[in-house]
Nanobody, 115 residues
Framework: QVQLVESGGGLVQAGGSRRLSCAAS????????MGWYRQAPGKQRELVAT???????NYADSVKGRFTISRDNAKNTVYLQMNSLKPEDTAVYYC?????????WGRGTQVTVSS
């Protein structure tokens, strides 16, 4: 059974940086595109960054130029480097496959950006 465990969240000031990690059991990384998603209070979950098994990436317009997604297939880990953080980036961040698999949602990691 695949499990995804997100970590690295916390409280950061606006303009700061944070690096999130998502560790997976199982070998889904080698065969699946992965994505980072986030859900802010009172809002729907949204996709913010994706990375294919080839390494190609895509970003939501709201984070383009500030966030970088990467993966280490040998470690079964996907990362999200977040720079120039804004208060509107405050959310619970999750990783999952692309498209997301219902059974793979983890608990996420909270990122709070203070102004």
């Amino acid at each position: 059974q695949v499990q995804l465990v997100e970590s690295g969240g916390g409280l950061v000031q606006a303009g700061g940086s944070r690096r999130l990690s998502c560790a997976a059991s199982g070998r889904i990384f080698s065969i699946n595109a992965m994505g980072w998603y986030r859900q802010a209070p009172g809002k729907q979950r949204e996709l913010v960054a994706t990375i294919a098994s080839s390494g190609s990436t895509n970003y939501a317009d709201s984070v383009k130029g500030r966030f970088t997604i990467s993966r280490d297939n040998a470690k079964n880990t996907v990362y999200l480097q977040m720079n120039s953080l804004k208060p509107e980036d405050t959310a619970v961040y999750y990783c999952n496959t692309l498209p997301p698999a219902h059974d793979y949602w983890g608990r996420g990691t909270q990122v709070t950006v203070s102004s």
